[in-house]
Structure formats: structure tokens, C-alpha cells
């Protein structure tokens, strides 16, 4: 099974700031990576498709990129409804894997 | 595009029970399905998918032999049988039609509570 490790599990920032969040495959996927965003009681919502492709609606300051084994979530000029928490999730193959969530919180 | 859970309950350790997902608003014999779930306070887990035509099956390694993805597509319903449940099992749980290059739904998940 692919295992993917995402990081980091938690971090603080206010509004207006860059955040980014890593995502590393346990062996090289492509870019069959996917990124949620999910806010408390609401499932999760695709932000991200195919490493880098942005879902219709939501925001450009919402960017996915990398390749292979390592892929990166960058949020710039973080807004309020951003803090949330967000994951990673390859669709290489099954078993599908998820990371293990990255909570992105007010500083 | 609608998806709707249920079946979540609270069950006894050992017991089994079946959830179900309610499609509507999408032609539902042609896509792939799955399950995913989320106990309280974790992450996300994904659990099990089902193919548009329902003859291939993919599970988590925690739920493989213990649970059942089935799907009727004269009803537009998906369903997840579960055996020998553990408080392990304790999540809501899921169902969602998630192509990779295309759109990517969610229902808004059902409740199983598994008590020892």
C-alpha cells in the first residue's frame, strides 16, 4: 500500500500569510494526487485535482504542485475561511491512502 | 448531484450493519463509488470502492473481509454490509462519486457508534 506523509500535522498563521503544506508518496504516483479541504462537520472538499489542476470555484490563491513523490498545497494570502484542516489523497491505486491532515489554525 | 447516507447507528461489538447511499441528480450506473470514513477527532480513511457495473471491489486493509460494497443500479443506491464490528469502526462514514479529472462529491455522512 502507498503510505503518504503529509506535513506538517498542525500550524499557526494569520490572515494574509503563505502557508504551505507537503504531501511525500511512499513510492512515485505520477500526479495522481488530490487536495480536501474539510471544515469541522462538513465532509471534505476537493480543492485540488491531478497535483495541480484547480476545481472549478474555488480560489486561485489556492495552488497544488509536484510530481512523482512530493507534492505541495501553497495557500497565499490566507483568508478566514481557509483555517481548516486539509489533506492529501493519491488515486494511484488501491487501497487509496490519504495523509494524515495538515490543521491550519489563527495565529 | 445528491448523495445521501444512512443506516449509521449505535451496535454492539461483534454485530454487523448495513449502510446505505442514495444517489440522485447524476447517471448513477456509470460511475465508480466509494466509501470513506472518519472517526472521531482523526483523519480521514478511505474504505472501499465499487465499479460502475459493481463486479470490481477494492477495500482498505483495516475492512477486507469484514466488509461488503455492493451497489443496486435500478435503485441508484449504494450499500456497505459490515461484520464483526470493533469500536475500532467508530467513524462517520461517507459515500462519494470522485472522478480524478472531473467533479468530486460527497454525502453528508452517517454515524456508527461501535460500544464494547
Known amino acids: 500500500d502507498i503510505q503518504m506523509t503529509q506535513s506538517p500535522s498542525s500550524l499557526s498563521a494569520f490572515v494574509g500569510d503563505t502557508v504551505t503544506i507537503t504531501c511525500r508518496a511512499s513510492?512515485?504516483?505520477?500526479?495522481?494526487l488530490g487536495w480536501y479541504q474539510q471544515k469541522p462537520g462538513k465532509a471534505p472538499k476537493r480543492l485540488i485535482y491531478v497535483a495541480s489542476n484547480l476545481q472549478r470555484g474555488v480560489p486561485s490563491r489556492f495552488t497544488g504542485s509536484g510530481s512523482g513523490e512530493e507534492f505541495t498545497l501553497t495557500i497565499t494570502s490566507l483568508q478566514p475561511e481557509d483555517f481548516a484542516t486539509y489533506y492529501c489523497l493519491q488515486h494511484y491505486n488501491y487501497p487509496r491512502t490519504f495523509g494524515q491532515g495538515t490543521k491550519v489554525e489563527v495565529k | 448531484v445528491q448523495l445521501v447516507e444512512s443506516g449509521g447507528s449505535v451496535v454492539q461489538t461483534g454485530r454487523s450493519l448495513r449502510l446505505s447511499c442514495a444517489a440522485s441528480?447524476?447517471?448513477?450506473?456509470?460511475?465508480?463509488m466509494h466509501w470513506v470514513r472518519q472517526a472521531p477527532g482523526k483523519g480521514l480513511e478511505w474504505v472501499a470502492f465499487i465499479s460502475d457495473d459493481g463486479t470490481r471491489e477494492f477495500y482498505s486493509d483495516s475492512v477486507k473481509g469484514r466488509f461488503t460494497v455492493s451497489r443496486d443500479n435500478s435503485e441508484d443506491t449504494m450499500y456497505l454490509d459490515m461484520n464483526d464490528l470493533s469500536p475500532e469502526d467508530t467513524a462517520v462514514y461517507y459515500c462519494?462519486?470522485?472522478?480524478?479529472?472531473?467533479?468530486?462529491?460527497w454525502g453528508q455522512g452517517t454515524l456508527l457508534a461501535v460500544s464494547s
Open positions: 441528480g447524476f447517471t448513477f450506473s456509470i460511475y465508480g
Open positions: 513510492q512515485v504516483i505520477g500526479s495522481d
Open positions: 462519494s462519486l470522485s472522478e480524478p479529472l472531473y467533479f468530486d462529491y
